[in-house]
C-alpha cells in the first residue's frame, strides 16, 4: 500500500483540462458530425445546388459552412480560455498551499 501524498505534493491532473477539451470541441464535433448524416443532402426541386449565382447549397453542406466559419473558431476561444482560466486557477491555489 501506497500512504496519500500530501495534495501539494502531487502531480496536477489533467482531467479538468480534458473535460473542457471534450465538451468545448470534441462535443460539438460529435454534433455536426451527426447534423451532417441527418440532415438531407441534396435541395428541393426546382433550386440548384451550389455557391453563388442564386444557387445555395444544401442543408447538409451549410451546416458544414457555418461550423468552420462560426462554430469551430467560437468553441477554441471558449476551450482556451477555460483553459487558461483552469491554469490560473491552480497557480493562484498552488501559491496559496506554499504561504
Known amino acids: 500500500m501506497h500512504p496519500e501524498l500530501p495534495e501539494a505534493d502531487r502531480a496536477p491532473s489533467a482531467k479538468p483540462y480534458l473535460w473542457v477539451l471534450g465538451l468545448t470541441i470534441v462535443l460539438p464535433m460529435v454534433l455536426v458530425a451527426v447534423g451532417w448524416l441527418v440532415l438531407p443532402h441534396h435541395n428541393p426541386p426546382g433550386q440548384c445546388d451550389g455557391i453563388g449565382f442564386g444557387c445555395v447549397p444544401n442543408p447538409a453542406d451549410g451546416l458544414l459552412i457555418v461550423s468552420m466559419i462560426v462554430v ?26 506554499r504561504r
Open 72 to 97: 469551430l473558431p467560437a468553441c477554441v476561444l471558449v476551450a482556451g480560455a477555460a483553459c487558461a482560466t483552469i491554469a490560473i486557477t491552480r497557480a493562484v491555489r498552488g501559491r496559496r498551499a
